[in-house]
């Protein structure tokens, strides 16, 4: 667990300020009170200075069970009951994997439900601060079916620019699936990607090399 100890005039001034150092706010820690500190006479002569311990107790774990129940109670407004598995990633990632009937209901036309339903598990997981669970959702092997994909047309496209000599865009996308893209060309000598636009229309762009 991350703690840092932190001085301060009073025990609130160095609590605020051990905060601040974590950027997480009071519901995500334990504070453990050094030293209250002392005004001194004449509130100079020997005053002393209160010192803190504050602790972030709001785990990786404890976020992704968060997540989880949230889950549940929003599959069973949608009147789909879903298995769901998690599992650690690389990056720091967290993948929850749901199966089970009625995915494409969760899925949606080009997964948009899903990125919906992952932005909103990620915002609920992540309240209060603390460490950062980042949440990856997928369902039945969407993401990777997807991802596939669209390593294809991105290869295609960027074939595509190499002919012509001119640059070339994909659909608007997720930050996840515009990081599959990049990834996809980032060997390519011949040509270079870069994300443009404000989301939700944000997409990447394929240019030739100079």
């Known amino acids: 667990m991350t703690s840092v100890e932190k001085p301060g005039k009073t025990v609130d001034e160095a609590v605020e300020a051990a905060l601040r150092e974590l950027g997480v706010d ?26 803190v311990r504050v602790t972030v107790t709001d785990s990786v774990d404890q976020k992704v069970e968060k997540a989880t129940l949230f889950l549940g109670r929003l599959f069973e407004k949608m009147g789909v009951d879903p298995q769901i598995e998690c599992e650690p990633g690389k990056e720091g990632l967290v993948y929850l994997r749901l199966s089970g009937d009625r995915m494409g209901m969760i899925i949606g036309r080009r997964g948009q439900t899903l990125d919906a339903i992952q932005y909103l598990t990620n915002l609920v997981a992540n309240q209060g601060g603390g460490v950062r669970a980042r949440i990856v959702l997928d369902a039945e092997g969407y993401r990777e079916k997807r991802a596939e994909t669209l390593r294809g047309v991105a290869e295609r496209l960027a074939e595509k620019v190499k002919r012509q000599g001119r640059k070339a865009a994909l659909e608007p996308m997720s930050a996840l699936e515009r990081r599959v893209v990049h990834m ?27």
């Open 184 to 210: 996809a060309l980032a060997d390519d000598d011949r040509v270079e990607t870069r994300s443009e636009g404000d989301e939700p229309y944000r997409r990447v762009v394929i240019v030739p090399k100079k």
């Open 26 to 51: 009071r519901s995500a820690v334990d504070i453990e009170i050094l030293d209250e500190g002392s005004k001194g006479f004449l509130g100079i002569l020997g005053a002393k200075q209160a010192r």
